[in-house]
């Protein structure tokens, strides 16, 4: 039912936006705002059958849904003078986009399900043990060391830290050195680590005592001042986030008890984001004269984050309409550039073109990339492929190693954010499964039980 009712949204907006090309620009506003209203409700519509479904406010395929199909339907509003008609094979890529993933997905579930015996359908629950406790502290203990030592590194290679610099509006940008700087951003693995480890402690001792977490609360602390310093608007939220994700994933709360959580975070993050916005040197003015949007009255904390989330189909849109070569894998590859320093040596490898709408609006969608590289082929099979690697993760993520549900809440933020970025063509999200990996396998005990097989 999911499938044949998203179909059927989509082909509708579909011919609404022809429509609304074809209308004069006031009846065509109306048509825009139609045909978005209409994919935003049923992606909405569809996260909450697909959580009903699953029990679980961290389905990955609901996310995706919600994510990726609900930021169709507010681009689809064309609030900004930036925005404008997509071509028709943009709408093909989106559509399949999603079909891909959620035939690939369903399917997996499907197969998952079956073979597996009813007792193991569940989530295991997470179990007091004191080593489990014991290395995951020392985790956060090291990562957290790691970060900051990485972060004064740059600081201090550098001769500045963007917090305190004056009218620098990039000053984030240029704090950045190759290599380095994922040791730096690694912090933001840490609030969840933490809560890992609350949760261990509530698990073993019944109650918390505040005086066995006073070094925890610090690693925190620190985790978050370091992308504050840095100015990274993204970092602090991802790391918020994160952590959020992770205690959903390991609570498992109702939906409305999730909302409540993204309310509490919502109004913890705000004043954040506007002090960083501020401190970022990024007028109102500034902000606004890049948007461009049709309304010039719109109050900016409307303007920006839709902006942030309609521009990157539009930028999808640039690159079907102007791309003239496919780059055959290099731009899908570029973690394998990056980590391994090859595009150092063959700088040729890093220097395509980016097609957005504006040099200063650089997010993109999760399937940018896979256009770039293979066309529309490309965009359903990476979507394909994405589909199942979820839904194996989906199917098998029972588990008693804590640090599981952190590599989980991690691909479960980059299916909520879909909307924003490559996520799995970026460097620094396969640095941070690595290092959550590497993680899990102290914290399960693997690294000792290879030591003892060796000796």
């Known amino acids: 039912m999911m499938g044949i009712r998203f179909t059927i949204s989509w082909l509708i907006a579909l011919c609404l936006s022809y429509a609304a090309a074809l209308a004069d620009e006031g009846r065509g506003q109306i048509l825009y705002i139609l045909s978005g209203l209409v994919l935003l409700f049923a992606a909405i519509q569809n996260y909450r059958e697909g959580v009903r479904r699953s029990k679980d406010a961290a389905d990955l395929l609901s996310l995706f849904s919600l994510s990726y199909i609900g930021g169709m339907g507010i681009s689809c509003f064309k609030l900004s003078k930036l925005q404008t008609d997509w071509e028709l094979i943009t709408w093909i890529c989106l559509f399949w986009a999603y079909m891909g993933y959620y035939l690939v997905y369903t399917r997996v579930i499907r197969r998952l399900s079956f073979k597996r015996p009813e007792t193991a359908s569940s989530d295991k629950a997470i179990t007091a043990d004191s080593d489990v406790y014991r290395r995951t502290a020392l985790s956060v203990y090291l990562l957290t060391g790691i970060s900051l030592a990485a972060f004064i590194a740059e600081a201090l290679l550098l001769g500045y830290i963007p917090l305190f610099t004056v009218d620098v509006p990039h000053a984030y940008s240029y704090f950045h050195i190759s290599g380095l700087h994922y040791f730096t951003v690694s912090c933001v693995l840490v609030p969840s680590l933490v809560f890992i480890c609350v949760w261990e402690r509530k698990c073993s001792e019944g109650s918390l005592k505040l005086k066995k977490l ?71 003015e500034y902000l606004n004269g890049i948007f461009e949007m049709k309304n010039e009255n719109m109050p900016i904390f409307i ?141 399960g005990g693997r690294f000792e039980k290879l030591f003892k097989m060796h000796t």
């Open 303 to 443: 303007s920006q984050p839709y902006i942030y989330i309609a521009n990157n189909y539009d930028n999808f849109n640039c690159l079907v309409r102007d791309l003239e070569t496919h780059t055959l894998g290099v731009r899908m590859l570029f973690p394998v550039w990056a980590l391994t320093g090859l595009k150092f040596l063959i700088p040729e490898v890093v220097s395509s073109p980016l097609y957005v709408t504006k040099t200063e609006l650089t997010t993109l969608t999760l399937f940018y990339n896979a256009y770039y590289d293979f066309g529309t082929v490309g965009v359903a099979l990476f979507s394909a492929i994405l589909g199942g690697a979820c839904g194996m993760l989906s199917g098998r993520k029972t588990s008693g190693n804590p640090v599981g549900s952190l590599i989980y809440a991690q691909i479960a933020s980059y299916m909520l954010l879909s909307f924003f970025t490559t996520w799995f063509s970026n460097p620094t999200t396969w640095f941070y499964l690595i290092l959550s990996f590497i993680i899990y396998m102290y914290v």
């Open 214 to 284: 006073r070094g925890l609360m610090l690693c925190l602390v620190l985790s978050l001042l370091i992308p504050i310093l840095c100015v990274s608007r993204f970092q602090l939220i991802f790391a918020v986030m994160l952590a959020f994700m992770t205690a959903t994933v390991i609570t498992r709360p109702s939906l409305k008890k999730t909302l409540i959580f993204v309310a509490i975070g919502f109004i913890i993050m705000l004043p954040l984001y506007i002090f960083l916005t501020v401190e970022r040197a990024h007028s109102i």
